[in-house]
């Protein structure tokens, strides 16, 4: 039904900048509340951000609140995440996620998911 693909990772260094896309095929994203999420080596699978459909609200992680920032763009059917300042410690896989939310940190509140994109940022 919708598939979702991450782009934009790599290699950075640190306090350089990164923005993360994802694109979605198979229906528009207008009504779904979107995230991303991150899995580092050795750790649990983190909140990251969310923008919810109704009036694009934006919530954010401790670990990311004023480096990072989410947004989106209908007319596109994609959704972004911009990584400014970044840390060694944002080293991970981000996954981006799609779905009517309950809790929008919540996981298990989205429906779809991209494969994920590998994030290295250097000392």
């Known amino acids: 039904q919708v598939q979702l693909v991450e782009s934009g990772g790599g290699l950075v260094q640190a306090g350089g900048s990164l923005r993360l896309s994802c694109a979605a095929s198979g229906r528009t994203l207008s009504t779904s509340d979107m995230a991303w999420f991150r899995q580092a080596p050795g750790k649990e699978r983190e909140f990251v951000a969310a923008?919810?459909?109704?009036?694009?609200?934006?919530y954010y992680a401790d670990s990311g609140k004023g480096r990072f920032t989410i947004s989106r763009d209908n007319t596109k059917n994609s959704v972004y995440l911009q990584m400014n300042s970044l840390k060694p410690e944002d080293t991970a896989v981000y996954y981006c996620?799609?779905?009517?939310?309950?809790?929008?940190?919540?996981?298990?509140?989205?429906?779809?998911w991209g494969q994920g994109i590998q994030v290295t940022v250097s000392s």
């Open positions: 996620a799609a779905g009517r939310a309950g809790s929008y940190c919540a996981a298990r509140s989205y429906q779809y």
């Open positions: 923008i919810m459909w109704s009036g694009g609200s934006t």
